[in-house]
């Protein structure tokens, strides 16, 4: 499988697939399982490949020279590392998802999903970068607007459009990028002398902003989770946001490292803002999913605070939380998603002795809650301590006030065990039968499994990761 049927085989094949499975589709859970495997595979082969600091070209196709715009694909380990976590995923949201109804155009979308998606982390053509960011949102679009909850069509409107006005902030940056410089490749504009680099870092900063999200450019977020069904919101907490924060890391900071360095502490403010102000909304929340929603953004308030160390060690721990936090998330937005699924219910009042009932889909549900807010043993804790490290190092010991963060995660993450996990049951509960899809237990069980392993075993994760960021290694920093 080349790089370029990575992209344009799943596109064609939803096309496909989505026409004759849209009455009984069934089937198509498989094809697309199939898919998100090879995806998988290759993957894994690619950051094998890979040369350390460098970049792997995988295919220069329909060239336009007077304009400087071709399809240039191309990987280094961080999108390699990308398109691991992005193919893990779609498998279990594929496996999450086995009871779905409707499943031929539903997997249809997931397969549609799969190709663009792809095309972001592999294109370094700025124009060619930008269509397939727009194309992602259109599977996302329908996968909210047709099998959310009441107020679906609201929130994947609002997604759309929040998501769609950021993106134009990004083309206006690249085009003024072609202006100057005369080319398209990602890979030149660091060497080459830009007549307006402050403008166009602030329209990346802005645009990237809104996708990961950041305050004050989250509010499209917590919507969508919450109409979502709980796999897609898997997908927008563990590769949506992700695809932000790469792209923020890939051209905000690495791209143009001076200008970076020149606002780092506008990252620092906005990452440290969001860190708590979601944490606080966490906290206050009774609404199940959007706690978990909040959490979600909170924990995306730490990622912007290692990237606004503008330093190998600081990038390094961006990118292990950003692998972390997609771990840790998906179990709970899955679980929330059943539970409302069985009870009838978001509100955690109306929730309450779970583990009497269920405790296997509990005990999954404590493990995750407890790596959200950093115990040791878990993939949260590695994540947080790296962090706090790096910020330490970059910007001094008052960083300490990230480990508040921590403490405010404790609060709200503990405050859901005491109303839902344990507690006197309640009547809802008492009344609702929890048996969940053996092949949907199995997905959470998966999750559960990578926690706990990374957790134990950091290591394993950050010898791959660090490839990414080794040419900054000998200065410290984006230099």
């Known amino acids: 499988m080349t790089a370029l049927m990575m992209i ?66 191309q990987t280094d380990t961080l999108s390699a590392i990308m398109l691991v976590l992005t193919s893990v995923l779609l498998i279990l949201v594929a496996l999450s998802s086995w009871t779905t109804p409707r499943p031929g155009p539903y997997f249809a979308l997931l397969i549609l999903f799969a190709g663009p998606i792809t095309g972001v982390f592999l294109s370094t053509n700025l124009l060619w970068f930008f269509i397939f960011w727009e194309l992602t949102l259109i599977p996302m679009y329908f996968l909210v607007g047709i099998w959310g909850a009441e107020r679906r069509v609201y929130a994947a409107v609002k997604f759309f459009l929040y998501t769609h006005v950021a993106s134009m902030l990004i083309l206006l940056a690249f085009f003024l990028i072609y202006t100057q410089t005369g080319v398209f490749d990602m890979t030149l504009v660091r060497e080459s002398v830009l007549a307006t680099p402050v403008l166009i870092w602030w329209l990346l900063f802005l645009g990237f902003a809104v996708k990961m999200p950041i305050f004050p450019f989250h509010t499209w977020l917590p919507d969508a989770h919450v109409q979502a069904p709980a796999p897609i919101s898997v997908l927008l907490a563990g590769v949506l946001l992700k695809m932000g924060a790469y792209a923020m890391i890939r051209m905000a900071v690495l791209m143009l490292p001076e200008t970076a360095r020149e606002f780092a502490w506008v990252i620092l403010a906005l990452g440290l803002i969001t860190l708590f102000y979601a944490g606080f909304m966490a906290l206050y929340e009774t609404h199940l999913k959007k706690m978990v929603a909040y959490s979600s953004i909170s924990h995306m308030g730490l990622v912007t605070v290692a990237i606004a160390t503008v330093s190998y060690a600081g990038l390094s721990a961006a990118l292990f939380e950003m692998i972390g936090h997609a771990l840790i998330i998906s179990p709970l937005f899955l679980i929330a998603g059943f539970l409302h699924h069985k009870t009838g219910s978001w509100q955690m009042g109306d929730m309450g002795g779970l583990m009497q009932k269920a405790p296997w889909i509990a005990a999954i549900f404590v493990l995750a809650g407890l790596a959200a807010l950093g115990l040791p043993g878990t993939v949260g804790f590695i994540g947080e301590l790296s962090i706090l490290i790096a910020a330490i190092d ?15 995660g404790a609060g709200y993450i503990i405050w859901t065990f005491r109303r839902v996990i344990y507690g006197e049951i309640s009547e809802t509960v008492r009344k609702s039968e929890f048996r969940m899809h053996p092949v949907e237990l199995g997905a959470l069980v998966l999750f559960a499994v990578f926690i706990v392993w990374f957790g134990l075993f950091p290591s394993e994760l950050f010898d791959v990761i660090n490839r990414a960021f080794s040419a900054l290694a000998s200065t410290g920093g984006a230099a």
């Open 8 to 73: 344009f085989v799943p596109i064609l094949l939803a096309a496909f697939v989505g026409w004759i499975g849209r009455r009984e589709g069934g089937w198509v859970r498989f094809v697309a399982l199939g898919l998100f495997t090879l995806m998988l595979l290759y993957s894994i082969g690619l950051l094998e490949a890979v040369p350390s600091g460098d970049y792997l070209l995988l295919a220069d196709v329909l060239r336009v020279p007077a304009f400087g715009f071709s399809l240039t694909l």
């Open 394 to 408: 970059r910007w001094g010991l008052w960083l300490i006030v990230i480990a508040l963060g921590s403490m405010i």
